[in-house]
Nanobody, 127 residues
Framework: QVQLVESGGGLVQTGDSLRLSCAGSVHTASTNALGWFRQAPGNEREFVAAIFGRIRGTIYAGSVKGRFTILRDDDKNTVYLQMNSLKPEDTAVYYC????????????????????WGQGTQVTVSS
């Protein structure tokens, strides 16, 4: 069983930066992919970013590409989401997830391909 704990959320203003962290209870190196999703009130959970495979490939949602960066540090069993140029529409609860499945990159954009989830951290961007 893998436990994931997010931190780093908060209230910021438009244009600010924020870094989310997600610490795993086991070696993140044992997972094939780590991802971030978010869910705003009244909306479905949506994909944000994922990092996968030995080559550490990355994939991003179009709405965050160029502003967000996903990083993993297996020595610390942690995955990060660096968020720059934040916008009010980025407001949501952010969840990290881990997948033990071996898939192609695009499949990690689907929540159903993840096995473990954190409890979420709130990010609020004021205008």
């Amino acid at each position: 069983q893998v436990q994931l704990v997010e931190s780093g959320g908060g209230l910021v203003q438009t244009g600010d930066s924020l870094r989310l962290s997600c610490a795993g209870s086991v070696h993140t190196a044992s997972t094939n992919a780590l991802g971030w999703f978010r869910q705003a009130p009244g909306n479905e959970r949506e994909f944000v970013a994922a990092i996968f495979g030995r080559i550490r490939g990355t994939i991003y949602a179009g709405s965050v590409k160029g502003r967000f960066t996903i990083l993993r540090d297996d020595d610390k069993n942690t995955v990060y989401l660096q968020m720059n140029s934040l916008k009010p529409e980025d407001t949501a609860v952010y969840y990290c997830a881990a997948s033990t499945r071996t898939n192609t990159g695009n499949t990690y954009t689907h929540a159903s391909n993840y096995d473990y989830w954190g409890q979420g951290t709130q990010v609020t961007v004021s205008s």
